[in-house]
């Protein structure tokens, strides 16, 4: 399988983002590092060997070929792009009173802006590189805000889209469902009583895999949650 040696990671904070970046680190990757956080980004960078923060709104129109563009010029052309892409801290209300701006919200922080990464990409991940995307277990059962799950329902049927039409380009493309409360201190803090944590640590290992995997056995959706979790279908 072709090596990876350069990555872009999107979506960049405490939890899954930063140990996917540290994953990446420590099998020697050169990362760009994607966040509105420059000072978080500052810090994470300085304690990795080989990453570029580059500070900036993933839902602009021109992130992708800015983020690519640093990148490229500090690692080469990317061999492998992370998606990990968060909905809206105000995602509106629940089925009775969900406005339409609620929905263009949700879809506009994840569906557009994946599909903007990976068009900029294409170009360097053909033949041997590897998309990985992030998603809840909302895409695949709904419940909670109508306007975040058919955002991260829409991201699934996206992804499995661009995976069926980009493998024989050599892409793979892979959707990676973490069912579970990921462990971040914020949502320690505001849920003392919560028992069982999905250790992010754990999810960029299996990100890895992902990356690292053979094409003779493409993955193209795993799901991950903490032991002892409820295996939701």
Known sequence: MPTTRSALVVGVGPGVGESVARRFDDEGVGAGI?????????????????????PLDATASDAPERALGR?????????ALVLNLPGP??????????????????????????LRFVRAAEDDLTDGGTVVVTNSMQSKR??????RASARFALRGLTAS?????????????????????????LRERYPDHERWT???????????????????????LDVRARGDEVRL
Do not use: K, Y
Not at 37 to 51: G, H, I, N, P, R
């Open 34 to 54: 994607v966040a509105r956080s420059a000072d978080f980004l500052d810090d994470l960078a300085a304690d990795l060997d080989d990453a570029t923060p580059i």
């Open 71 to 79: 990148v490229r010029e500090n690692h080469g052309p990317v061999d």
């Open 89 to 114: 801290a105000d995602a509106g209300g629940d089925a009775s009173d969900v406005a339409v701006e609620d929905l263009r919200r949700a879809w506009s922080q994840q569906v557009p802006t994946a």
């Open 142 to 147: 709904a419940g909670g805000s109508p306007a």
């Open 162 to 186: 661009l995976a069926d039409g980009l493998s024989a380009a050599g892409i793979h493309v892979a959707h990676l469902v973490i069912d579970g409360w990921v462990d971040r201190p914020t």
């Open 199 to 221: 250790d992010p640590d754990a999810v960029a290992d299996t990100c890895w895999q992902l990356v690292d995997q053979s094409a003779d056995g493409w993955t193209h959706e």
